[in-house]
C-alpha cells in the first residue's frame, strides 16, 4: 500500500475489515478496490465499477468522520460488491439494497444528507435598486447581459442594475 496520511490509512483499513464481511457472507474472494480524494462539487462519494475503485470526498470526510465511516463507505463499496456479485445492475436496485442491509448492517439510503452549502462555487453579482444591493446567481446575470430578462427588487420594485465597482 502507497503512503497514505493517518486518515486515509483508517479509511483503507475500514474498507478491507467491510470487504472481509462480503467475503464471508458471499464465500468469495473480492479485490480490494483502489482509493481516490477528490475535492470538487458536493458528493459524499462514488464507486466506478469498471476500475474498482472508491472516490471519496477529502473535505466532507474530515468534517463528517463518523457518517462517512457509517454511511458513505459502506454504501460506496456495496456499489462495488453488487457488481461483483450481480454485474451491470441498477445503481440503487434491490440488489444493493440487500448488500447494504444484510451483508453491511446498514440502511441503504441513497443520497446524503450533509451540509454542502459551503461547497458550493456558485459566483454572485452585486446589483443594486432604490432600497439596497441584491447579490444574483451568475444565470440571471447573463441573462441580463444578454437581454433577455430584467429583475425587479420584491421590496422597491425598482429595476436591478448592476452594481458598478
Known amino acids: 500500500m502507497a503512503y497514505l496520511p493517518n486518515e486515509h490509512l483508517q479509511i483503507a483499513q475500514r ?8 467475503q464471508q457472507y458471499f464465500n468469495r474472494q473480492f479485490p480490494s478496490p483502489t482509493l481516490h480524494w477528490f475535492s470538487s462539487g458536493t458528493k459524499a462519494g462514488y464507486a466506478v465499477l469498471n476500475h474498482n475503485t472508491l472516490h471519496l470526498h477529502e473535505q466532507l470526510y474530515s468534517e463528517h468522520h463518523a457518517y462517512y465511516w457509517s454511511d458513505v463507505i459502506p454504501h460506496e463499496l456495496a456499489h462495488l460488491i453488487t457488481y461483483h456479485v450481480f ?13 447494504m442491509k444484510y451483508v453491511f448492517d446498514v440502511l441503504p439510503t441513497t443520497t446524503h444528507q450533509l451540509p454542502v452549502n459551503h461547497l458550493r462555487r456558485v459566483r454572485q453579482v452585486t446589483y443594486q435598486c432604490q432600497c439596497g444591493t441584491i447579490e444574483l446567481s451568475m444565470i440571471r446575470h447573463n441573462r441580463i447581459v444578454q437581454g433577455k430578462q430584467t429583475y425587479r427588487c420584491k421590496t422597491c420594485g425598482d429595476t436591478l442594475q448592476q452594481q458598478v465597482v
Open 15 to 22: 474498507i478491507d475489515d467491510l470487504i472481509k464481511q462480503a
Open 87 to 99: 454485474g451491470q445492475v441498477k445503481p440503487h436496485g434491490k440488489e444493493w439494497r440487500s448488500v
